[in-house]
């Protein structure tokens, strides 16, 4: 059996590339409807058009995530368009190492807007919806530096920390309503970005992929399946918990290299 979204409204934030493309061909694929946004209106609504060209249902809208009204007119599209919002998926986020001692506070409100900022923007506009239907499954992504300590990246892990404290909070609210909560923490990513910075390092690839148990770095795809399955059917009893997906690495026993 496959799992299947069928007949599902969903919304995903931060669309138009990388794992939430992925996520929007994944749920598409899987049979949901999904509403898509993107601060790149372009690139999201070519994703929306692959989708159409496939055969499915699809709507983009530009959305900077920072913004809490284009984040309620994303969500609001859902309901005005298909007539519910069964899946919220907060995708959107990012980061900005540094010196924490260095972090201006226009930086500060920034990271965390754009982070635990965009989550509840949508959380907010989502859960009278999802009360209303008397269901509703909500996927947020977070990070590693949500779990642990990364330097560098102070502001951006306390931010996702907090989206993992307000995915606890709403399963623990919500749950007996019907709605569901849970978060996805990926680990090393083969993005552009990350790919930029690993080469930048000492060392070969192989001395990082040795460090991971799977002995790779993860892929969109990864992460694209994972939210799929949290957001179905088959996940009916999994509520307010932290998913890594990282190959591994949350499981390991930090200790100093020699």
């Given at each position: ?25 994944e749920f598409a694929a899987a049979g949901a409807t999904v509403v898509l946004g993107d601060v790149d209106g372009d690139s999201v609504s070519g994703v929306a058009s692959e ?208």
């Amino acid at each position: 059996m496959s799992i299947t979204l069928e007949n599902r409204i969903a919304v995903i934030t931060a669309a138009g590339r990388g794992i939430g493309r992925a996520s929007a061909l994944e749920f598409a694929a899987a049979g949901a409807t999904v509403v898509l946004g993107d601060v790149d209106g372009d690139s999201v609504s070519g994703v929306a058009s692959e989708i159409v060209a496939a055969g499915g249902r699809a709507l983009a809208m530009p959305c900077d995530v920072t913004s809490a009204e284009q984040v309620a007119d994303l969500v609001h599209a859902a309901t005005s368009t298909y007539g519910r919002l069964d899946i919220l998926f907060n995708h959107a986020g990012g980061s900005s190492p540094g010196p924490l001692h260095e972090m201006s506070v226009e930086r500060f409100e920034h990271l965390v807007g754009l982070n635990l900022g965009s989550m509840f923007y949508g959380v907010r506009a989502a859960l009278p919806i999802m009360i209303d239907q008397g269901a509703g499954t909500i996927v947020s992504t977070t990070s590693g530096a949500g779990l642990g300590a990364v330097r560098g990246l102070a502001v951006y892990g306390a931010a996702k920390a907090g989206m993992i404290a307000l995915t606890r909070s709403i399963a623990a609210e919500y749950g007996g309503l019907g709605i569901r909560a849970n978060v996805i923490s990926p680990g090393s990513m083969d993005t552009a970005g990350f790919r930029g910075w690993l080469d930048a390092l000492p060392g070969s690839d192989r001395d990082y992929f040795e460090q991971i148990p799977s002995g790779r770095l993860g892929v969109a795809a990864d992460i694209a399946k994972v939210a799929c399955f949290l957001a179905s059917d088959y996940s009916a009893y999994v509520n307010g918990v932290t998913v890594p997906v990282d190959g591994g690495i949350a499981g390991l026993l930090a200790i100093p290299h020699v």
